[in-house]
């Protein structure tokens, strides 16, 4: 009994360790786990150097230095082994493994030493590798430092105090006394170096007279991949006491290495003279001065040996400089230093690039004479200038409330090609003048020696009555008009001046009531229609004239409308706009008017009446022109017309609206595009965006495109209709496209309102909603199932079974059946259903049909029905049934019950079979 407990013990176990199902590797994926890494492998002892990432090693002791790294979110243990390849073919060998028991999450270890000898040879790498069962990440497991072995050799001179020749001179000048010259050293190879430092002095006039001077030998030990190598000073002197003249100096070091390796740095070559009268001359910077300006060039001249006294020498190479203090002798005291300012004045005609070279040459008079030479520059800088001239400088003669044009040349009499910033105006102040220039504010580039022409237009103030003194309009009355030119990148402006003096003129003021006529909207909107905008304004016409004495005798005058000129308001189109306005003057001439009456005559302006009119100003010119007589001709009077420009404001009017058709049809469930467009009624260029009102049914939808790279329902500056007049086209309709879908099931004839929203883009206000009608077409549709039906049945069975249609369309649908047993052998198929019927949308209905085999139905037969379904007006569709008819194994023996035999005697027994199955 307890040994079957203990088998049942042990099953129980094998069945629990089957119920527990496998964890696959991404479930671990949420826990907590280390993440090893290597991020330091470094060489801290032993010669080693990177040269531009290529890595070179001594060969013999090294110390590796690794550290590695957890980056994972768990504790753990880790394995560091260091490896090493001899080239990339050699297989790895293990230079050592270490464990470490315990690596915090997120922290590193401390630095781990190894010690490693070198072999030489090219391509070798070390391989730090950290190896855990708990690693979270495998592919950062390795980290490798590749390099080659060999004794390389090399030194560097980092600096040295060696100088070179002071200002003034070509040799370096020392004194007699004891000099000493550092160089700094370092070591640039991976092996041990010494080094040391000679200064040569070979005699300029004896070559074979030479002499060195050596510093000590320094022993310059090699840095590694951690700790770069650091320099070494070495120091040599020169007793100078005894030297004279001037010596070749030759400055090297010499380094020295393993295996008879030697290098050579030669550093200076330079010519010294050894000379207690010592100076220093530091020439002034170069510079660039403008044409006609002067500038003064300051050396500084400094004693670095005893005292001397220099003869000053100034020469130029184009005679500029000042020459004032050719042959002056400075005396300079030990240590002592002075300056020499020198004046350069550039002509005003000098061109660019010219370069001026000054020379100053300082003669020692002491017992070791010497010449110190410097030279400074001084080139042509950017001269910004300009010439104006007035092309007549007048007098000229200009009528009150009439335009003259008055002509300025201005010349780049510069170096430099420049725009020029222009400013106008008059000499004094006069009321109701107007000065403007057609050329703006700013010419353009203006080359060197080109000229530009600059018109000033100056319109005297119409003549008042009575006259007013303030408006400098009387006859005779004189202004300067002037013009200024300054260069934009800097420069003194130019100024020219022309004289203009008032004539004597009569003058017949149309006098309109007001000069500006604001339309409102509701004005525009209401005369739009019906006959347009219609204004009259009175004219008062009146003689005016600045004579300063009545006027004997009448004046006639002629009162006329010019050509109206028409400004839009979005600066597009309209250029025909002002062809639609009409103008009329009635009366238009008066006869005899006396100074001090005046002449009642009326303008009428009438607006467009087709459509409307399009937004902008309108300016209508009225002018009066008075009609002198002999005498007043012959006094010198000038007859002077006056015109007054009426100025219309017409409001920018946004209106817009949808252009579709008022019913469009729709397939049903389908997306149909339908092409419907905007049209700009407004009277102005226009923005808009379109938005479809959210009261469509459920599984309804529908969007909007416009083709806008700005936007799918926005419309960008469409233009109104009338922009395009005379010529009307449709460039005031954007095209849109629509897109409708419908619910799949939505009813045959359905009509659903869509409302579009016209809004103005940068107001959001509403212009117009517009309703369109969308019609749901008739779809004609449905789906048969079974499509294949088996039916098991034995030849004494006669089931029925039923085939299902489905009008999926949208619309009742008449259906025929009927069926086709041209493959039903021995079976009989009926429809027990009627042949034709009406089915409605989304309804589903059964045709039934009756299976009966005949008796002696084969099961080694296929009986198969095709049925039908015609939708009138729409495809057909067919469904198979087929009979399975169950095997019949039926087989009867027969024989007789009994047979006689005789012993020993062969007997035939007849036995008779009966298949009475079906098979």
């Known amino acids: 009994m307890s040994n079957r407990k203990i088998a049942f013990s042990i099953l129980a176990v094998f069945l629990l360790q089957v119920a527990v199902p496998m964890i696959p590797v991404d479930a671990t994926s949420g826990r907590a786990t280390p993440d090893f890494t290597v991020t330091v492998l470094t060489l801290s002892a032993g010669g080693s150097i990177d040269v531009g990432g290529e890595y070179t090693l001594s060969p013999g002791e090294h110390t590796v230095r690794i550290v590695v790294s957890n980056q994972g979110t768990a504790d753990g243990p880790v394995t560091l082994n260091l490896i090493h390849k001899a080239s990339p073919a050699s297989p790895e060998t293990q230079v050592t493994s270490i464990e470490i028991s315990n690596i915090q999450a997120g922290s590193s270890s401390n630095p781990i030493p190894i010690q490693w000898t070198a072999l030489s040879g090219d391509d070798q790498t070390l391989i730090a ?55 700094t050293v370092r070591n640039t190879g991976v092996m041990d170096i010494s080094a040391v430092f000679e200064i ?77 009268f010592i100076i220093d001359v530091s020439a002034p910077g170069d510079r660039a001065i403008e044409p006609g300006a002067t500038t003064s060039l300051t050396w500084i001249v400094s004693n670095l040996g005893s005292a001397d006294d220099l003869t000053i020498e100034l020469g130029s190479t184009n005679g500029w400089h000042d020459d004032s203090q050719e042959g002056n002798v400075l005396t300079l005291l030990a240590s002592e230093s002075t300056t020499i300012s020198v004046p350069v004045t550039v002509p005003s005609n000098a061109v660019k690039p010219t370069l001026e070279n000054i020379y100053l040459n300082l003669s020692s008079a002491s017992i070791d004479p010497y010449i110190a030479r410097s030279v400074a520059h001084v080139m042509v800088g950017d001269q910004y200038q300009a010439t104006v001239n007035a092309v007549d400088p007048g007098p000229i003669t200009v009528t009150p409330a009439q335009t003259s044009s008055l002509e300025f040349e201005i010349t780049n009499s510069g170096n430099v090609p420049t725009a020029f910033n222009i400013d106008y105006g008059l000499s004094a102040s006069a009321k109701n003048w107007v000065v403007s220039t057609s050329s703006g504010t700013t010419t353009d580039m203006v080359q060197v020696g080109a000229t530009v022409s600059v018109f000033v237009q100056v319109t005297p103030a119409p003549i008042s009555s009575p006259l007013d003194a303030g408006e400098r309009n009387s006859a005779g009355d004189s202004l300067f008009t002037w013009l200024s030119a300054t260069p934009t990148s800097g420069g003194i402006p130019a100024l020219d001046s022309a004289q203009i003096v008032v004539r004597a003129v009569i003058a017949v003021d149309p006098g309109p009531e007001t000069d500006l006529v604001v339309l409102s909207e509701q004005e525009v909107e209401d005369a739009n229609g019906s006959g347009g905008i219609d204004k009259i304004l009175s004219l008062s016409v009146e003689v005016r004239h600045n004579l300063g004495s009545a006027v004997t005798g009448g004046v006639d005058a002629d009162i006329t409308v010019g050509t109206p000129v028409f400004n839009s308001s979005s600066s597009e189109g309209g250029l025909s706009e002002a062809a639609r306005w009409t103008q009329d003057i009635t009366p238009d001439s008066v006869s005899g008017l006396e100074v001090g009456d005046i002449f009642q005559s009326w303008l009428a302006i009438d607006g467009p009446s087709d ?69 700009n009624t407004g009277n102005d260029f226009s923005s808009y965006r379109l938005v479809i009102v959210d009261d469509l049914p459920e599984l309804w939808s529908a969007t909007l495109d416009t083709s806008s790279a700005a936007g799918s329902t926005l419309v960008e500056n469409l233009a109104p209709a009338m922009a395009d007049h005379p010529n009307p086209g449709q460039d005031h309709v954007a095209d849109v496209v629509l897109s409708v879908t419908t619910d799949p099931q939505a009813p045959a004839d359905t009509l659903q309102p869509l409302t579009i929203r016209v809004e103005n883009r940068d107001t959001g206000e509403l212009l117009s909603l517009n309703t369109i009608l969308i019609r749901v077409e008739e779809s004609i549709s449905f789906e048969l199932e079974p499509t294949t039906h088996i039916i098991d049945l034995s030849p004494y069975e006669n089931p029925s079974t039923r085939v299902y249609i489905n009008n999926t369309g949208n619309v009742a649908t008449t259906f025929k059946i009927w069926l086709d047993d041209a493959a039903a052998n021995s079976v009989d198929f009926s429809l027990e259903s009627p042949e034709e019927t009406v089915i409605a949308p989304g309804v589903v209905e059964a045709m039934k049909i009756r299976l009966t085999p005949d008796s002696d139905a084969s099961a080694d037969d296929v009986h198969k029905l095709t049925l039908w379904v015609e939708a009138v007006g729409g495809l057909n569709l067919s469904a198979e049934i087929i009979a399975n008819i169950t095997a019949d194994h039926h087989l009867e023996i027969i024989s007789l019950n009994s047979i006689s035999v005789t012993p020993g005697v062969e007997e035939t027994i007849d036995v008779n079979f009966a298949n009475n199955g079906n098979l």
């Open 129 to 183: 590798r950290v190896v855990s069962l708990t690693d979270s990440e495998s592919s950062n497991d390795d980290r490798e430092l590749g390099f080659d072995v060999s004794a390389f050799n090399s030194g560097n001179v980092l600096a040295d105090t060696v100088p070179g020749p002071s200002g003034g001179f070509t040799d370096v000048r020392l004194d007699h006394s004891t000099h000493t010259f550092d160089a």
């Open 200 to 276: 040569n002095f070979t005699d300029v006039g004896d070559p074979t007279n030479a002499m060195s001077y050596w510093s000590n030998t320094l022993i310059l030990e090699p840095g590694n991949l951690l700790n770069p190598s650091i320099g070494g000073i070495l120091s040599t002197s020169v007793d100078a006491s005894s030297l004279l003249g001037s010596w070749t100096m030759v400055t090297r070091v010499v380094f020295n290495g393993t295996d008879s390796w030697s290098s050579t740095v030669v550093r200076n070559v330079e010519t010294v003279t050894f000379s207690d």
């Open 611 to 679: 459509e409307l009119p399009m937004a902008g100003e309108l300016v209508v010119p009225v002018t009066a022109t008075p009609v002198l007589t002999a005498l007043q001709q012959a006094n010198g009077v000038l007859a002077s017309s006056v015109t007054r420009n009426i100025t219309v404001v017409i409001p920018s009017i946004i209106d817009g609206e949808i252009i579709s058709e008022s019913t469009l049809e729709a397939d049903v469930g389908n997306e149909k595009d339908f092409p419907i467009g905007l049209a």
